[in-house]
């Protein structure tokens, strides 16, 4: 696969992305929803105001409507996967070490996408792409570069 555009990865990668932060917001705002409007429902209960759960269900869903949308997903995604990262570490790798034993695989794959989406950006198909904050690397005015997402290191 190389970043020329001519292959498959190279040509479709920035709406690959798109698609990886679009999906990945939206299966995540889920969570933020079932832990504060109890939508959809689960056997979790209504975390009590304040609590390191409601503030991280408001993180979740906040913060993934914007990621949905694309908007201000560069910061939006960095603080997310921090969230994550804290959520792993608190919650789920004192029960194991193993991450499939202590259910913290979902946090970690989340953590690590949304620093994706932190570093490479939103995707052509955002609001922050409209409004011209989708650069991967430098200032608003550099040029375009088509090896962003390219497998090559030469």
Known sequence: MTGGGGTFGGRFAPQ?????????????????SAKLLGFPATEMPMPPVGSFIWVGGLLELVGGLLLLAGLLS??????????????????????????????????????????????????????????????????RDDPPRDD??????G
């Open 16 to 32: 690959a992305l798109s698609l990886l932060r679009i999906v990945a917001a939206l299966i995540f705002l889920l969570h933020g």
């Open 74 to 139: 560069r910061p939006v995604a960095f603080i997310l996967s921090g969230e994550m990262a804290v959520a792993y570490w608190m919650f789920h790798a004192p029960q194991s070490t193993f991450p499939l034993a202590n259910g913290g695989d979902a946090a970690i794959l989340y953590c690590f996408v949304f620093l994706l989406i932190a570093a490479a950006g939103p995707g052509p198909w955002s609001v922050d792409a409209a409004l011209g904050r989708n650069r991967a690397v430098g200032r």
């Open 148 to 153: 962003l997402m390219s497998d090559e290191t």
